[in-house]
Structures are given as structure tokens and as C-alpha cells.
């Protein structure tokens, strides 16, 4: 086998294992990621504060005698 036909052989591997695995290609702008990814944080530490001031029950942390 020759080296040219190896390389192309090889080319059209990472082709395809690139299209198996999970793509950056949402179809958004940069600027439309960071929007959807600013609300999500928001959403999470909106909830996470929720969970906090109001669960005091479910707390792991305990105190040892």
C-alpha cells in the first residue's frame, strides 16, 4: 500500500468517527450560545438557592456526638 492512499484511507476514517460523535454544529452564533448557556446557569442557581433556603431537612452534613 502506498502512502497517498493510506493518508486518504485515514481521511476518510476521522470523516467518519467525526460524524458519530456529538458536533459543536447547533446552528447557533456564538452569541446565541452564550445567551442559552448564561439562562441555563441562571436556572440552575436559581434552583440550587431555591433547594438550599428551603429544604433544611434533607441536609447530609451532620453533626457526630
Same mark, same amino acid.
Given at each position: 500500500?502506498? +502512502?497517498?492512499? /493510506? *493518508?486518504? #484511507?485515514? +481521511?476518510e *476514517? @476521522? !470523516?467518519? +468517527?467525526? $460524524? /458519530?460523535? $456529538?458536533?459543536k454544529?447547533?446552528?447557533?452564533?456564538?452569541? !446565541? #450560545? #452564550?445567551? #442559552?448557556?448564561? $439562562?441555563?446557569?441562571?436556572?440552575? @442557581? @436559581?434552583?440550587?438557592a @431555591? /433547594?438550599?433556603?428551603?429544604?433544611?431537612?434533607?441536609?447530609?452534613?451532620?453533626? $457526630?456526638?
Open positions: 500500500m502506498t +502512502r497517498g492512499s /493510506q *493518508r486518504d #484511507r485515514d +481521511r *476514517r @476521522a !470523516q467518519a +468517527r467525526n $460524524k /458519530q460523535g $456529538k458536533g454544529d447547533d446552528g447557533l452564533t456564538p452569541e !446565541q #450560545r #452564550r445567551e #442559552r448557556d448564561a $439562562k441555563a446557569l441562571q436556572e440552575k @442557581a @436559581a434552583k440550587k @431555591a /433547594q438550599s433556603s428551603g429544604g433544611g431537612g434533607d441536609n447530609k452534613s451532620t453533626t $457526630k456526638k
